[in-house]
């Protein structure tokens, strides 16, 4: 079933964490740019008119040897359950790719500027949708208290 | 900046809807099956204690001709203003990754059972990660009138 498809970035994230943490992302500010071979200002156009933009980034510092298949400890804490890598948002997974909301701060040209993006400095961006409401969840949502813990401290003190 | 990548199907759709439509996708039931050759049941496991999940998918059946890079009047409707393709969430988009948030319905082995998945049958996902309410937009959302207009019937009448 499982042809392999390319993928090319559409730009690379500018910020100031150049290190893979865990926690407290979400003071993060930092820009995104636009290829500049393949877009010109229009793409990014009227993006300042929603309040918050859907991320999908490569992480290509994870390494392929890392990538977990089956379940495990989400931080590998054995408090938690084992849950498989589809149960759980960790970024060692196949296709390392990285979906994040974040706020949008301003559209310049070919540059975006978002806070609360869990992304390091050079990590190449593969789309950017804007946060529609109605694109949320629909329906009641429920998740275990483990996920609760873990994301304690994710974007903040 | 910008190298290709490549990424690799974990799975397929396998959905009642065989043709591409605009609208009322929120009764689609759908089963996304795990490609067996990379994956065995532990990839779902605890899936089923999340009531939602994120799927990514490739949207395969756009035809690359079409790929907007610029801004377009969203459906084409000019009564919409002309934004960038990076401010709607149309499907004619560089690198056509869909990122819906569905309902889980169930998980069975290497299968997941959604409701609300607005991809069609044969599509290749790319990932899914369980929806954790912590990972939605942070602080007020805000979004154009426009886009309200647009998805009055996208998931139902």
């Known amino acids: 079933m499982n042809g392999s498809e390319l993928v090319s970035p559409i730009g690379v994230v500018h910020g100031t964490r150049t290190e893979v943490r865990d926690d407290l992302w979400d003071a993060e500010r930092a820009t995104i740019e636009l290829d500049a071979a393949q877009f010109d200002d229009s793409a990014l156009r009227g993006l300042e008119t929603f309040s918050h933009v859907e991320v999908l980034f490569l992480m290509d ?25 589809f149960a759980q948002r960790g970024k060692n997974r196949p296709n390392r790719i990285g979906a994040t909301v974040c706020r949008v701060l301003g559209v310049r040209g070919r540059f975006l500027d978002v806070q609360g993006l869990d992304a390091v400095d050079r990590t190449p961006v593969l789309d950017l949708k804007p946060w529609v409401a109605a694109f949320g969840p629909r329906g009641e949502v429920r998740e275990p208290p483990w996920m609760g813990e873990l994301m304690r401290h994710y974007w903040d003190e």
Chains 1, 2 share one sequence.
């Open 61 to 85: 510092r994870v390494d392929p040897a890392k990538i977990e298949r089956g379940a495990r400890h989400p931080r590998n804490e054995t408090r938690w359950p084992e849950v498989g890598i």
